[in-house]
């Protein structure tokens, strides 16, 4: 049991770019979510599924995209990568995300230059 | 939205010192999380306390749901304990946690 898994650890990208940050669970749970934590403050959220085929807009989903086609996978995408985008992006899940303890997987660091 | 404030944001400690950690809520919950972040940044679930009290090891944690006020205890502190520790709460209505800002501990030997 893995738990949340996220690739890559570390990516560096060039403003205009675009890319896809994966996480997966095998927990078989419903919800997942992004976050980004900028230096210094806590996580933000992104966006977040609460089952497949059902993805909703967090506090700051600008310049984001995400899809959820099966449960195990929620992959981010950036569409136009910006300076301001350079975070460190977490990837979350839990069984049902009402009331339940959330899990983190291990961080992607962006930078954009 | 749900506000979230932590106070200290820093604390100093000596190894072997206890410490309290506060959260402050605007709004009620349905879930209550305690993480420590280490150094490295990965995120370590401590608690999932909604309400009550909840103890491991060295370190206990109590929630007041009706005044809105979470507490972490930190006992016998060691150096491995340093690292930020930020609470996060499920605002009634929403499925996602807001964190607040952290509280930065550093334990020195």
């Known amino acids: 049991n893995a738990g949340v898994t996220q690739t890559p650890k570390f990516q560096v990208l060039k403003t205009g770019q675009s890319m896809t940050l994966q996480c997966a669970q095998d927990?078989?749970?419903?919800?997942m979510s992004w976050y980004r934590q900028d230096p210094g403050m806590g996580l933000r959220l992104i966006h977040y599924s609460v089952g497949a085929g059902i993805t909703d807009q967090g506090e700051v989903p600008n310049g984001y995209n995400v899809s959820r086609s099966t449960t195990e996978d929620f992959p981010l995408r950036l569409l136009s990568a910006a300076p301001s985008q350079t975070s460190v992006y977490f990837c979350?899940?839990?069984?049902?995300?009402?009331?339940?303890?959330?899990?983190f997987g291990p961080g992607t660091r962006l930078t954009v230059t | 939205g749900i506000q979230v404030e932590q106070s200290p944001p820093d604390l100093i400690l000596q190894e072997g010192a206890n410490s309290t950690l506060r959260c402050n809520f605007s709004d009620s919950v349905n879930n209550l999380q305690w993480f420590h972040q280490n150094p490295w940044g990965q995120l370590i679930n401590l608690f999932y306390i909604p309400s009550g009290t909840k103890q491991n090891g060295r370190l206990s944690a109590t929630t007041v749901a009706t005044e809105r006020y979470s507490l972490l205890y930190i006992s016998s502190s060691q150096t491995t304990d340093s690292g930020v520790y930020f609470c996060?709460?499920?605002?009634?209505?929403?499925?996602?946690?807001?964190f607040g800002s952290g509280t930065r501990l550093q334990v020195q030997p």
């Open positions: 996060a709460v499920e605002g009634r209505g929403r499925r996602a946690l807001t």
């Open positions: 979350a899940s839990s069984p049902f995300g009402g009331a339940d303890e959330q899990y």
């Open positions: 927990m078989n749970h419903e919800y």
